[in-house]
């Protein structure tokens, strides 16, 4: 009986490794016959799957968001109350899967700015992206609900900036940002803006102070 391939994983399979290559050896040396080899298949097999490298980080970056996706939805222990700090902390790169998922994130974004097309891309992936962070803050935040709309966005913005400056310092100096270091830096950012949001003006007063600024 022939073997039976399961082509979706296969093909995850060699995002994923395209991230651990990029993350090892940088964007432009992650070549896709460092790729194959890596991932131990011939080039030809990769070319069954993918039909340039641009493929290979689209299908790469759609990967990543899947499995952050994953880990930021999923329910938590025993039925109990989801805990926004821990929710969080699997976006970072606390261990080496995370740390290779943020190393090709960061990877990317230094690509953007001179591919039209990786521009287009990253314009759909962030908005996914912010749209996913703003579902785990109303998740995990219980006061969400109660902050005006205007104080939600100032919020999801501050913590999405927060998180990515993190992933890329950690990413730049891993030896500084341990992973007890990185959880301590979030905790108190969710502190000080939790803080801030509760005592934010609602929307009509924010916009009455500033007409009369």
């Known amino acids: 009986m022939p073997k039976i391939v399961d082509h979706a994983r296969r093909r995850d399979e060699i995002a994923f490794v395209?991230?651990?290559?990029?993350?090892?050896?940088?964007?432009?040396?992650?070549?896709?016959?460092?790729?194959?080899?890596?991932?131990?298949?011939?080039?030809?097999?990769?070319?069954?799957?993918?039909?340039?490298?641009?493929?290979?980080?689209?299908?790469?970056?759609?990967?990543?968001?899947?499995?952050?996706?994953?880990?930021?939805?999923?329910?938590?222990?025993?039925?109990?109350?989801?805990?926004?700090?821990?929710?969080?902390?699997?976006?970072?790169?606390?261990?080496?899967?995370?740390?290779?998922?943020?190393?090709?994130?960061?990877?990317?974004?230094?690509?953007?700015?001179?591919?039209?097309?990786?521009?287009?891309?990253?314009?759909?992936?962030?908005?996914?992206?912010?749209?996913?962070?703003?579902?785990?803050l109303a998740r995990g935040w219980p006061q969400w609900s109660r902050w005006s709309p205007e104080t939600q966005q100032r919020v999801l913005r501050s913590v999405v900036t927060f998180l990515n400056g993190l992933t890329a310092s950690t990413v730049a100096s891993p030896g500084d940002w341990p992973a007890a270091r990185q959880i301590e830096q979030l905790r108190l950012h969710l502190s000080m803006v939790e803080t801030w949001a509760d005592h934010a003006a609602p929307d009509g007063a924010e916009k009455r102070v500033r007409a009369r600024r």
């Open 18 to 136: 395209a991230c651990r290559v990029v993350a090892k050896y940088g964007f432009e040396q992650a070549t896709i016959v460092r790729i194959a080899r890596e991932a131990g298949y011939t080039t030809g097999m990769v070319a069954h799957y993918f039909d340039t490298k641009q493929e290979i980080v689209i299908a790469a970056l759609r990967l990543i968001l899947r499995r952050i996706e994953h880990r930021l939805t999923r329910p938590p222990d025993a039925g109990g109350e989801p805990d926004l700090l821990a929710l969080l902390t699997e976006a970072l790169p606390i261990d080496a899967a995370r740390f290779t998922e943020c190393a090709f994130w960061t990877a990317f974004w230094g690509q953007v700015a001179a591919d039209k097309r990786l521009k287009s891309i990253n314009s759909r992936m962030h908005r996914a992206y912010m749209q996913l962070f703003e579902r785990c």
